[in-house]
């Protein structure tokens, strides 16, 4: 009996102690992350004043041509930038972590190497490259074809966008895969080679399984990424040409510090981003994950 106390006494302290590591990060993320964002939602059913208005900043959403311009544009660099460098990142991952490449170190360092560029630097480098007389447009004139106004067409102002998050990105989500690569026993792949699987067989059969949730946490931080990019919109293109790329985040940083400032309208716009973020989240947790 007295063992049985002790050892319940042993389990409880073994818990305070938990608790007791626990405490300050919690307290932390409750007041820099819950408490702001609670704020915001309240302050979303506002109006200047701090006069409850119900639903009606919420309404204006709807009828707001700008927001559905930015919510196109957002949309538009989440269908085509994260499926492609995802894929990428996936291939890059499974072609170096071959053991019988030769400087896979250097490799996978200069791959990485763009996610921890300064955006500042980033930015002025991908401005020269596509600018009137850049890089981009000496290439394309030097096999043939037209020079492009990048910045100051909608499209190709897009594109350059969609290309700089690859650029910048890829390299850190082949991190996670190689991680989980790394992770799979390389007796499975001899097993099946000896099967006679072909290494597309390989991919399809063992890797691709075995990293669903690798590959799932990667997608979800994408998506959550993708929806919130400021940065790109704010420092290549400036939202231009008009609006044609502006992202829902550099537009509620206009209206919150560029123009009048409209805090609450800005915070319904910000519980719309979070709501998209859930919602899309949910639907990769209940696609992606298939365990029973």
């Not at 969609?162 to 690569?181: D, E, H, P, Q, S």
């Not at 510090?257 to 949910?282: D, G, W």
Request: glycine share 6%.
């Amino acid at each position: 009996m007295e063992k049985k106390k002790a050892k319940l006494s042993l389990e409880k302290k073994h818990n305070l102690t938990g608790w007791a590591f626990l405490l300050p990060a919690s307290i932390l993320i409750f007041v820099f992350c819950f408490y702001p964002m609670s704020q915001a939602i309240l302050l979303s059913f506002r109006k200047t004043g701090g006069v409850f208005n119900g639903v009606a900043n919420y309404a204006r959403i709807f009828k707001d041509k700008t927001f559905q311009q930015c919510l196109f544009n957002t949309f538009f660099y989440f269908v085509i930038q994260v499926p492609i460098m995802l894929v990428l990142a996936l291939m890059l991952a499974q072609l170096l972590n071959n053991p019988k490449i030769k400087g896979k170190g250097i490799f996978r360092t200069l791959i990485f190497l763009p996610c921890a560029t300064s955006l500042v630097s980033y930015s002025m480098i991908f401005k020269s490259l596509f600018a009137p007389d850049g890089v981009v447009n000496r290439v394309l004139m030097a096999i043939g074809l037209s020079s492009v106004d990048w910045f100051q067409s909608t499209w190709p102002a897009r594109w350059v966008i969609v290309i700089a998050l690859i650029w910048r990105w890829t390299g850190y989500n082949m991190v996670f895969y190689l991680a989980g690569l790394q992770n799979i026993d390389y007796s499975v792949y001899e097993a099946s080679y000896i099967d006679g699987a072909t290494p597309f067989q390989q991919f399809m059969k063992i890797t691709i399984p075995l990293l669903k949730p690798t590959i799932l946490m990667t997608a979800i931080m994408s998506t959550s990424g993708t929806l919130q990019l400021f940065d790109e919109s704010m420092n290549l293109t400036a939202g231009g040409p008009g609006k044609s790329t502006m992202t829902l985040a550099h537009y509620i940083y206009n209206i919150s510090f560029v123009e009048t400032p409209k805090f609450n309208y800005a915070a319904a716009l910000s519980v719309c981003i979070l709501v998209m973020v859930a919602v899309l989240s949910a639907i990769q947790m209940k696609v992606g994950d298939k365990r029973d």
